[in-house]
């Protein structure tokens, strides 16, 4: 069983930081992707950002140059530091861990965590 928890989120003013962070625990081999998405109410769910093990990453258009996206493969766990925030980017925060190879090396899964709220709002 592979569990993913999520911590950081909060309300924060506009122009404020938060660092959310997600911990991935269990029979784990292996993790091709560690990412966070978010959904805000009455809208789809989408992509912030993405970080595969070797280091590359992909943010969505509307964080570039305020988010950060990092990973400590030795922890298991991704890192999304936020800057800068608006209050259009108040939603519940999901970390996703993609490809997820666990030690009995029965295929590849994707799994998500319970979600963190974020709210910008002064």
């Known amino acids: 069983q592979v569990q993913l928890v999520e911590s950081g989120g909060g309300l924060v003013q506009p122009g404020g930081s938060l660092r959310l962070s997600c911990a991935a625990s269990?029979?784990?081999?292996?993790?091709?992707?560690m990412g966070w998405y978010r959904q805000a109410p009455g809208k789809q769910r989408e992509l912030v950002a993405v970080?595969?093990?070797?280091?590359?990453?992909k943010y969505a258009d509307s964080v570039k140059g305020r988010f950060t996206i990092s990973r400590d493969n030795v922890k298991r766990t991704v890192y999304l530091q936020m800057n800068s925030l608006k209050p259009e980017d108040t939603a519940v925060y999901y970390c996703?861990?993609?490809?997820?190879?666990?030690?009995?090396?029965?295929?590849?899964?994707?799994?998500w965590g319970q979600g963190t709220q974020v709210t910008v709002s002064s």
């Open positions: 996703n861990a993609d490809r997820v190879v666990t030690e009995l090396r029965r295929g590849e899964y994707s799994y």
């Open positions: 269990g029979s784990i081999f292996s993790i091709y992707a």
């Open positions: 970080i595969i093990s070797g280091g590359s990453t």
